[in-house]
């Protein structure tokens, strides 16, 4: 920045001018705030990406046979085992036993009434707390037990709990102790709920259970006639009650019994495939429904049984879909499903029939069908190939919209070998079968997924000063002219250039420039990051749309002062910060870059007479070639702004011939160039787009993490006192 003219004041102005010095220092604050504009290292510096590969390999020679072009069967999850962790309700009470501390005892009792056997073999011999219920209580059996030798501890509990159940009494653990119940008083508790078709985890007691048992497989009311069977005509102890709305049946009962019914139920309740490995064979020459049948009839003479229906199922269930034109293998034995590949892959197979024209099905898994037709006609038309522009691998860049109005126009044209299915995104081919078998491979290599690009931008602008004043020139030398690969331009990086200059450079570059962002020459815009797959375009605007008049007109009708109205065409103009990118990406690991780039704002034009607003814009369009993760910098786009400023003591100033005496007048011109550093990165699989993603997220989550990061117009020392004012008043 230079002053060009500055006229001096007498000690007055100099007065005023020292008051508005110290006025405006308590203002004074930095404008780029350092953790704002460095935005660290570029993306490929912090991201482990796996090696480069080729992208598409040559197209080879297809001289094998027809058996070795189809398509292996994929295996789909194996279908899963019914398992459900238990729910269970009423889980107030511990049902944790006491724990037998005796080691060793004389397993030997005396005859005596149940109450004394009890107190004898539970307070004396094992140590162990108990409660009677009120019926054991007065109950006179004589129980005596006897047993060789001396037992553990635990063994003996044993015991005593088999002799007690002779007598229809039960032991049950309880808050810490045991209680000592008859069977008749432990059926009339209230019964535990549980809602699960699992096993109860926790210890078991004869609190009688309520189960609800959820059923996968096999319905309410066929289950419950299943269970009748396996039990020799139902449980008289267990009460079976089955609930066909929601699918799900009841069990009542005590626990020991409750268990024993539900490991039936969870054998009879079972996928029909589970843990069977599905398959799928995509059929190439034949339609899904009709293979399908065929080789049923087939496996059925060699004596399987076999199924194409849903609610019969076999050994062999094949399940055609006509839509993707797939047949889904069911088999709970690999060996069958291994058979029915092998009848499946022997009649896939082109029919024989001289040169008739017969009709194929091609199914398209990566591109538009319709770009891929295209090409495919191209080749086979009577030796004439059109060239499909700017669609490699099929690619396209036409908007969305565009493309389906096109869609019914596109499908096919007199002549042309492939019919489009846009429906279904596949294609149709019309020819003899040798006429097919040629152009498969060429449908294979083509119909491949198109490469992403993700381009990084970093969107500068440089305030040249002496320092500065050669532009990209200085940024190449402050960074380190080692870096550049090359550079060119419309004048070169020569001394005073003001042209449009590239630089090619390798290496961290953009750590560089956001480094020098921390001062005040440098100010980032913008650093956007596109994704776009090759041959498609990225297009990112920040900005407003300014309205601005472009045609106007006297209307036929006058108002009623007499004025003739004037009729004003309003369009709408984008500014801001504008990014298009076009990337092609090749088998060589090249990018080619089409790059339009505009930065523009409006400005005060000082025109009253004009309505529209002046709009200031810098723009440039290149055409760029870079490899894998090499950065492009552009530059010398540059702007002069001239800027007049005239202050003084008010009243004052505006005196005739004396004013000057209390003003100054100051004009100032300002530089700037604006910079550009694009850096393509190429996609290297999923797992590389995810370390980008994961890399950018983490970043995104860091700086939203920092809790000084406050954008304001305030001086830094006024937002501690706010903060200090704003926790007195709560």
């Not at 003479?301 to 076999?306: I, K």
Request: a neutral charge; aromatic letters at 6%; one cysteine or more.
């Amino acid at each position: 920045m230079k002053n060009l003219v500055k006229k001096p004041s007498y000690f007055i102005c100099a007065v005023a001018l020292g008051a508005s010095v110290l006025a405006l220092s308590a203002c004074e604050t930095n404008n780029i705030i350092p953790e704002l504009s460095a935005q660290g290292q570029s993306l490929g510096s912090k991201v482990h990406r796996p090696p480069q590969k080729t992208l598409d390999p040559v197209l080879e020679d297809k001289n094998e046979s027809t058996t070795e072009q189809l398509q292996a069967p994929s295996n789909i999850a194996p279908v899963p085992s019914i398992s459900e962790p238990s729910r269970q309700t009423g889980q107030g009470k511990s049902y944790k036993a006491p724990k037998i501390s005796v080691k060793s005892v004389e397993a030997f009792v005396t005859p005596s009434p149940l109450p004394e056997f009890i107190d004898v073999t539970f307070g004396e011999m094992l140590k162990l707390p108990y409660v009677t219920g009120p019926g054991v209580a007065a109950r006179k059996d004589i129980v005596q037990l006897r047993s060789s030798g001396i037992l553990s501890g635990r063994d003996f509990f044993e015991l005593v709990q088999s002799a007690l159940r002779e007598y229809g009494v039960r032991v049950v653990p309880e808050n810490g102790v045991y209680r000592i119940l008859e069977d008749q008083a432990l059926k009339a508790r209230m019964p535990r709920f549980i809602r699960s078709r699992a096993q109860p985890s926790t210890p078991k007691s004869l609190r009688p259970v309520i189960q609800l048992v959820e059923l996968f497989a096999v319905d309410a009311n066929s289950m419950v006639g299943l269970l009748e069977q396996a039990l020799g005509g139902g449980s008289k102890n267990v009460k079976i009650l089955a609930n066909p709305r929601n699918n799900t049946i009841t069990l009542s009962g005590l626990p020991d019994e409750v268990d024993a019914i539900l490991t039936v139920i969870k054998e009879l309740d079972e996928l029909n495939y589970a843990g069977s490995t599905v398959q799928r064979y995509s059929p190439v020459y034949w339609e899904a429904k009709a293979l399908a049948e065929e080789v049923k009839k087939i496996l059925m003479v060699e004596g399987w049984q076999v199924t194409t229906v849903l609610s019969a199922p076999r050994a062999i269930n094949l399940l055609p879909i006509e839509y993707s034109n797939d047949i889904f293998i069911f088999s709970r034995d690999k060996t069958v499903s291994e058979r029915t590949y092998i009848w499946l892959k022997e009649l896939d197979r082109p029919v024989k029939a001289g040169d008739n024209n017969q009709l194929f099905i091609y199914q398209v898994a990566n591109v538009d069908a319709i770009d891929l037709a295209e090409t495919a006609n191209a080749a086979l038309n009577a030796g004439t190939f059109n060239r499909v522009q700017n669609k490699p691998n099929g690619a396209s860049s036409a908007p969305s919209g565009a493309r389906a109005g096109e869609r019914n126009e596109r499908r096919g044209n007199p002549g042309d070998k492939f019919v489009v299915d846009p429906i279904g995104n596949r294609l149709i081919f019309s020819g003899t079968v040798n006429e097919y078998e040629r152009v498969l491979p060429l449908l294979k290599q083509l119909d491949r997924a198109p490469a992403e690009v993700l381009i990084e931008v970093t969107i500068a602008e440089v305030t040249l000063n002496d320092s500065t004043k050669f532009g990209l020139e200085f940024f190449i030398n402050d960074i380190g002219a080692n870096n550049f690969k090359n550079s060119f331009g419309t004048q070169g990086l020569g001394v005073g250039s003001t042209g449009f200059n590239v630089a090619i450079a390798k290496g961290d570059v953009t750590l560089n420039a956001n480094t020098l962002a921390t001062n005040s020459d440098i100010k980032v815009l913008s650093t956007p990051r596109l994704m776009a797959r090759s041959g498609g375009s990225a297009n990112i605007t920040v900005g407003t749309d300014v309205p601005v008049i472009s045609s106007q007109r006297a209307a036929n009708s006058q108002s009623s002062t007499g004025v003739t109205d004037v009729l004003q065409t309003v369009t709408y103009r984008k500014t801001g910060v504008i990014l298009n990118i076009e990337p092609i990406v090749f088998s060589n690991n090249r990018i080619d870059l089409t790059i339009s780039q505009e930065v523009s704002a409006t400005i005060d034009s000082g025109n009253s007479a004009i309505a529209s607003p002046t709009i200031s814009n810098r723009s440039l369009e290149t055409q760029l070639s870079l490899e894998d993760g090499q950065t492009a910098v552009l530059g010398g786009l540059m702007q002069d702004t001239v800027t007049r400023k005239e202050s003084g003591i008010p009243f004052l100033k505006d005196i005739p011939f004396i004013g000057s005496a209390f003003s100054s007048e100051t004009v100032t011109s300002d530089r700037t160039e604006l910079l550009v550093l694009i850096t393509a990165y190429i996609m290297r699989g999923q797992e590389d787009k995810t370390a980008f993603v994961n890399s950018l997220t983490q970043e995104i989550d860091a700086s939203l993490s920092k809790s000084n990061r406050l954008i304001t117009l305030l001086p830094r020392n006024v937002l501690p006192s706010l903060g200090k004012k704003d926790a007195a008043s709560q």
